[in-house]
């Protein structure tokens, strides 16, 4: 009888969730105590206080750190031993261009990886994002981050100047190190490129969007020297052509109308928008996979560059200054600017939110492109800030696409260091359209390796030096635009979830409505 009593005790109580005090309390299920019920619980719960208490050691969170972190941290270790590797294999002997080829090749299968899922996660998280939105909180979400940008984009030039001009690393330099290496340069006036930029938002052919973009060549006359003077170029021919490069603009502008069309059709473009929500879903999971291989591939892309420098010390010695008045406003602006600008919007610690940015700042500095770190900047902002999915793949796209702070910065510093190498003194208005130059230069820079280069011409043009000047700084451009790169990056992120900390009541509207509907349907 006993027994029996027992069992039934036993299937009136289940279990609750344990407490921060390990004291386990059971309660009846159907919601009846008695008191001898009662005392039973009390009793159980006397003797569970004398239950030793289970405590974390400090061993325990060294190891749920590590556990946490591990990736981020063989991503960092992958960088610090491909620059070790690589100052080792360049010192040991003289290397040919097959055999650093040999080097890169599994870093260049990895960048390709993260190249590869670039435009269907962009296309799926923007409109599974935007589509799942109400329509007055896009306008509202996209304000704010456009917004954001371009507050920060000038900031971060502002900066760029004020240092380039107090420190003056180009005084005192000789013209004579360019170097032999220069690269190929197209010729532009600033209105082709922005009405390039304005061509691509509005691309004839979605599908040709996904492979090229439009870009407008000047043909420089057999019989004019190497002048570039704007008011000339303005008479020379000119091509607009389509080039192999995927129109990333284009497809943004896309896929975010589609979107807001999708989530104004409210039930009827439901299934559709529930086919990129599940293909969102799918490219993330693939892309978790893919960043497990970020320390390999990011090691040997670094090796690899550095097997490609042909003196190293002479670099060093040559544009230092430049190279340090370029780190010192990136890296300033990027840890220093942008935390204080967080800091003052949402009352959050900066540095906490950087340090969960890890992996994504290691990918990028690996990488050198905000466009493909993009998976990885997308994963870290939701899974480690907890910024809401609907703000991070609606706000980091446009990011990648037209916030370019760390990009901005190194065009102003670039152009004014060239003119103090050539001598050149810069008025104030010079200075101005360097600034406003630099800004629509960024935001017409795709999100690729060392695209800065080629918006930075439309910049020299703007104060008249010649575009060949450019190979003065392409000696360090390498090292630089990885840093640059880095933040771009912690820009778009910062920007995330500033717009995520102030629309979270409207958010959180839309997520109460959807739960009515819900209920209402069901």
Known sequence: MAENTKETADSVFMDAPKTNGSTAVRLPSNGISSPELGDRTSSIASDAKQWPEKRTTGKDKVKKCLGENILTLATLLGVAVGIGLGVGLRNSRTWTKREIMYVNFPGEIFLSMLKCLILPLIVSSLIAAVGSLDTRLTGKIGLRAVGYYLCTTVLAIILGIILVSSIRPGVGQSSDLQDDNKKATKLSLPEDTMMDLIRNMFPPNIMEATIKQSSTDLKQPLNIGNSTNSSEMRLWDFTTKKVDQTNILGVVVFSIVLGITLASMKKKGRPLLDVFITLSDAMMIITKLVIWLSPLGVLFLVTSKIMEMEDLGRVAGQIGMYAATVLAGVLGHGFLVLPIIFFLFTRKNPFTFIVNMGQALATAFGTASSAATLPVTISCLEDKNNVDHRVSRFCLPIGATINMDGTALYEAVAAIFIAQVRGISLSIGSLIAISI??????????????????????????????????????????????????????????????????????????????????????
């Open 437 to 522: 130059t630099s800004t629509a230069a960024s935001i017409g820079a795709a999100g690729i390796p060392q695209a800065g280069l080629v918006t930075m011409v439309m910049v020299l043009n703007v104060v008249g030096l010649p575009e060949e000047d450019v190979a003065l700084i392409l000696v360090v451009d390498w090292i630089l635009d990885r840093f640059r790169t880095l933040v771009n990056v912690l820009g778009d992120a910062f920007g995330s979830a500033i717009v995520d900390h102030y629309s979270k009541n409207d958010l959180a509207e839309v997520s109460d409505d959807i739960s009515n509907l819900e209920m209402t349907t069901l």
